[in-house]
């Protein structure tokens, strides 16, 4: 059965660091589309990052493109987030999620499989 598990969020000061990490169990994210997106409070969820399963390359949103960089570590199968100078408009739940097929999407309905989120924030 496939399972995705966030961690690494808490409480940050701006312009600090988290590492996120999602860690899959029940299929291995080598060849698979998998990506950030995150939620704030009474806001639609965004894209924040995504690795496509066709080219491995990343993407990001424009929102946290410079800041941010995701990689995947398919020794341990998991995909992480590392996030630097965040900002307060960086705060919300951030989840991971797969899509089945080669290529990143930003709209999130077409990511079938989803973990439970981890929270971030950002605030002094």
């Known amino acids: 059965q496939l399972q995705l598990v966030e961690s690494g969020g808490g409480l940050v000061q701006p312009g600090g660091s988290l590492n996120l990490s999602c860690e899959a169990s029940?299929?291995?994210?080598?060849?698979?589309?998998i990506a950030w997106f995150r939620q704030a409070p009474g806001k639609e969820r965004e894209g924040v990052s995504c690795?496509?399963?066709?080219?491995?390359?990343?993407s990001y949103g424009p929102a946290v493109k410079g800041r941010f960089t995701t990689s995947r570590d398919n020794t341990k199968n998991t995909v992480f987030l590392l996030m630097n100078g965040l900002k307060p408009e960086d705060t919300g739940t951030y989840f991971c999620?797969?899509?089945?097929?080669?290529?990143?999407?930003?709209?999130?309905?077409?990511?079938?499989?989803w973990g439970r989120g981890t929270q971030v924030t950002v605030s002094s």
């Open positions: 029940g299929l291995t994210l080598d060849h698979v589309t």
């Open positions: 690795v496509s399963g066709g080219d491995g390359r990343a």
């Open positions: 999620a797969i899509l089945d097929g080669s290529e990143c999407r930003n709209n999130a309905a077409a990511y079938g499989s």
